[in-house]
């Protein structure tokens, strides 16, 4: 839900409790005719309490923001020694998650204008298997300058990665193109998101629900790549012309004779709009 619309939410929760409270109040006979009188006359001084409470709200926190400092802070994602597989769970609200491969030792990064808790982080070992999760807790009705958050998520490149997002009010880049990916779990409310998917050792397989304006997905060369679009209503549109429209309305690529791999995407949820598109060969990673 949008924050305004919580704003409004819990005001007309509010406007009910008073409203129920004085009716059995009356139905008790514990308030007079004369008080009920009053009580008709008065009541839009409800309706302007709660507009002076919205403006005074959204007037503080954009004062706020504006005078706000921008705080950075490194946390280290550190692997358990000896496992073959990585686990990452990501729960991200109101602001822009940049995903790509670590150049160095796994970090998150992250840039928080005003005060914000640290994003809680826990690790598990599963056999083989290396779990993190990363969180923040958000408060129900979040300040303006929240929007304004940045979390840069940095991902070893020494393990296959099992990766899930989950998004609310929040912009998306993900490269994915250095990273051996398996599993992509990706669940977003509103923003836009570009995904950057990467060439797999063996398949990598994708489910999208994606509730935004716009989708922008980039799939690698040298793979047999399917994309299944679940929403009829979605407009798509494949600039390069380089994709196969199948008659279950899949998109494909055409099969090339050096496909290593395979990636099978399938996108759901009220997008507007989604973009396909084959990485250019000069701007491809691996080459």
């Not at 009716?23 to 009541?43: D, T």
């Not at 300058?145 to 998520?153: A, E, K, M, V």
Request: proline share 7%; hydrophobic share 45%.
């Amino acid at each position: 839900m949008h924050p305004l619309a919580k704003r409004i939410a819990l005001l007309v929760s509010i406007f009910s409790l008073v409203t129920g409270l004085f009716l059995l109040g009356y139905n008790l006979r514990l308030i007079s005719r004369e008080a009920q009188a009053s009580a008709l006359n008065l009541w839009p001084l409800l309706l302007v309490i709660a507009g002076f409470m919205l403006i005074a709200d959204s007037t503080r926190k954009r004062a706020f923001a504006h005078g706000a400092e921008v705080r950075t802070m490194e946390l280290p994602l550190p692997m358990a020694p000896g496992c073959s597989e990585l686990s990452v769970r990501v729960d991200f609200s109101y602001g822009r998650l940049l995903v790509a491969c670590a150049t160095g030792a796994p970090r998150l990064i992250t840039e928080q204008v005003g005060p914000a808790s640290a994003p809680m982080i826990t690790r598990e070992i599963v056999g083989d298997r290396s779990e993190i999760a990363i969180a923040v807790s958000q408060p129900i009705f979040p300040a303006h300058f929240q929007l304004r958050n940045t979390w840069r998520l940095e991902l070893p490149r020494s393990a296959p990665l099992r990766l899930s997002i989950q998004l609310h009010e929040a912009d998306l880049h993900l490269d994915l193109r250095r990273l051996d990916t398996e599993t992509l779990d990706l669940r977003t409310d509103s923003g836009t998101q570009e995904l950057l998917l990467g060439r797999p050792a063996r398949k990598l397989t994708g489910q999208i629900y994606a509730s935004g304006s716009h989708l922008s997905l980039v799939l690698p060369l040298h793979v047999f790549a399917r994309v299944r679009l679940l929403n009829p209503f979605c407009r798509v549109d494949y600039p390069q012309g380089d994709l196969v429209k199948r008659e279950d309305g899949s998109l494909v690529t055409p099969t090339a004779p050096d496909a290593k791999g395979s990636v099978e995407v399938s996108v759901d949820g009220p997008l507007r709009a989604l973009v396909l598109d084959v990485e250019d060969a000069a701007a491809d990673p691996e080459t």
